[in-house]
């Protein structure tokens, strides 16, 4: 008898879970995994199987390069905050005819003792700012500084902890940590302490990796900012985790 050709997946990477999603589907001959990455990060953890690096050209581009490759599958598994390519992969599936899931690590929920001040945006967590402290731990990555270099946040002092080094716009008086996840609750504590941090901004990227700054911050009493995660494009389906995106993927 023929042997069945493998289902063919593309996975929109460059997180975690991506990654993990890649790992488990590794070692199974019926599926054969792309993993695009954007290219934004300078030294990238690379999963197995086939990797891309670069852009698509929007969604017809992407809708395009998923005819060319018989793609059978595709999961957005990009960064929570990835509003632009999640809205593009929906496009794109649409265009292509081929399903789509989304790969979502749950969002992080606020526990006693936090103070946590909820925004929908960089431009509004920046506008909070001046009345909860003056040394912001500022954890949003190198990308949208800008909001944050305002004539009215000059008084403030920053400590910006990104994976790459940001470039300007960004904020008048700061220090740039380059450093890359998981990190421990016993480095966060330190890090709080030594640089006299009174505000914590984060996206609610979600997971374990950067969640201990959060715990350090409930022990300091430090007011929190964290900013709210865009919702996934109506209609396409979520996995939680990267065995349940696996499940998805074998039912083809």
Do not use: C, Y
């Not at 500084?145 to 946040?153: H, K, M, Q, R, Y």
């Not at 008086?173 to 421990?184: I, K």
């Amino acid at each position: 008898m023929p042997v069945p050709a493998a289902v063919r997946v593309l996975v929109l990477g460059g997180t975690t879970e991506a990654r993990r999603l890649a790992e488990s589907l590794a070692g199974d001959r019926s599926v054969r995994v792309t993993t695009s990455l954007a290219g934004r990060v300078a030294a990238p953890r690379l999963p197995p199987g086939e990797v891309r690096v670069g852009g698509f050209g929007g969604p017809e581009g992407l809708a395009a390069w998923m005819r060319e490759h018989d793609v059978d599958a595709l999961v957005d598994a990009t960064h929570p905050f990835a509003a632009a390519m999640s809205r593009n992969a929906a496009e794109a599936a649409a265009l292509a005819h081929v399903p789509l899931l989304a790969l979502r690590r749950p969002g992080w929920v606020a526990q006693d003792g936090d103070h946590w001040h909820s925004t929908g945006s960089l431009a509004e967590a920046a506008g909070l700012l001046p009345a909860l402290g003056e040394r912001v731990f500022l954890t949003t990555g190198r990308m949208g500084l800008a909001a944050f270099a305002g004539a009215d946040l000059d008084a403030l002092w920053f400590l910006v902890r990104s994976v790459d080094a940001p470039e300007p716009p960004g904020p008048a008086r700061m220090e740039v940590l380059l450093d890359r996840g998981p990190f421990t609750l016993e480095g966060e504590r330190e890090l709080l302490r030594r640089h006299r941090i009174d505000v914590l901004v984060t996206k609610d990227s979600g997971g374990d990796a950067t969640a201990p700054k959060l715990t350090a911050a409930r022990e300091a009493g430090i007011p929190v900012v964290v900013v709210r995660r865009p919702p996934v494009p109506e209609g396409v389906p979520v996995a939680a985790t990267p065995d349940e995106a696996a499940e998805w993927v074998r039912r083809f």
